[in-house]
T-cell receptor, first 118, second 110 residues
Framework: GAGVSQSPRYKVAKRGQDVALRCDPI?????LFWYQQALGQGPEFLTY????????KSGLPSDRFFAERPEGSVSTLKIQRTQQEDSAVYLC????????????????FGPGTRLLVL | GENVEQHPSTLSVQEGDSAVIKCTYS??????FPWYKQELGKGPQLIID?????GEKKDQRIAVTLNKTAKHFSLHITETQPEDSAVYFC?????????FGKGTSLLVTP
């Protein structure tokens, strides 16, 4: 079946521009995560949604970062007034959370959006 | 918060040899430990995972061991093949998020 998809795959922005990154999770997956991966590093958690509710945004680096998932499926990560240090790969992951299971579900990752801020 | 350390950062083996990657974690509440393989330009792909109530798990050439007392877990790849060349990440989960190590770049030479 279809996996997690992300668009665009590549984005070049001038410093100060706003960008919007889209994530389409696997159909039926309740949980959605955003991670930031700097070059040569492991992914770092940004934020977590369960359906449309944003339950954890502790990893967002500044108030320039905003994420939403208004209908509980597609999610958008928005970065306002981009800066060079925002250059990274932004990964989206989704998981199928069933109420009767503990929070040990597998996260499936998309291919990522590579953002370059000039 | 959780801190995951991963070693080595690079590993080069000959085809057919075994490869071992080790990780330690700090949060005793972590209860889920996946391993991901990431190829250039792609997202991480789960290759194996282990829950905290299990000490070892094997899937064909890949095995993972977990020592909860010592807070460390390891990935073992046997009979390595050139297509195993990639960056491997360990992760530990406490709460919602996965906390990743910095990755191991594995090179398998023919």
């Amino acid at each position: 079946g279809a996996g997690v998809s992300q668009s665009p795959r590549y984005k070049v922005a001038k410093r100060g521009q706003d960008v919007a990154l889209r994530c389409d999770p696997i159909s039926g997956h309740v949980s959605l995560f955003w991670y930031q991966q700097a070059l040569g590093q492991g992914p770092e958690f940004l934020t977590y949604f369960q359906n449309e509710a944003q339950l954890d945004k502790s990893g967002l680096p500044s108030d320039r970062f905003f994420a939403e998932r208004p209908e509980g499926s597609v999610s958008t990560l928005k970065i306002q007034r981009t800066q060079q240090e925002d250059s990274a790969v932004y990964l989206c992951a989704s998981s199928l959370r069933r109420r009767q299971l503990a929070s040990q579900e597998t996260q499936y990752f998309g291919p990522g959006t590579r953002l370059l801020v000039l | 918060g959780e801190n995951v350390e991963q070693h080595p950062s690079t590993l080069s083996v000959q085809e057919g040899d075994s490869a071992v990657i080790k990780c330690t974690y700090s949060d005793s509440a972590s209860n889920y430990f996946p391993w991901y393989k990431q190829e250039l330009g792609k997202g991480p792909q789960l290759i194996i995972d282990i829950r905290s109530n299990v000490g070892e798990k094997k899937d064909q050439r890949i095995a993972v061991t977990l020592n909860k007392t010592a807070k460390h877990f390891s990935l073992h790849i046997t009979e390595t093949q050139p297509e195993d060349s990639a960056v491997y990440f360990c992760a530990a989960r406490s709460g919602y998020a996965l906390n990743f190590g910095k990755g191991t770049s594995l090179l398998v030479t023919p």
